[in-house]
């Protein structure tokens, strides 16, 4: 999460952190998956940006490897 955290800090100041309910930790995981996914497209609508390029999934795959 520190990664991801460094990451948003190059475009705001502001992050908040969702805590998900779910019997497992797998759960929890997909359903923020999900969850974040869906808040990303309708502020990408909102702002009038495409939903589609994934450059930040890229950029995180690649930092994750180091």
Do not use: C, H
């Not at 019997?23 to 309708?42: K, L, V």
Request: hydrophobic share 40%; glycine share 4%; aromatic share 10%.
């Amino acid at each position: 999460m520190e990664i991801v955290s460094n990451m948003i800090k190059k475009y705001t100041d502001n992050q908040i952190t969702l805590d998900m309910e779910g019997d497992s930790e797998i759960e929890r995981i997909f359903t923020m998956i999900n969850t974040i996914d869906w808040i990303s497209y309708y502020l990408a609508l909102i702002y009038g940006v495409d939903p589609s390029p994934v450059n930040n999934i890229s950029e995180l795959k690649s930092l994750m490897e180091k």
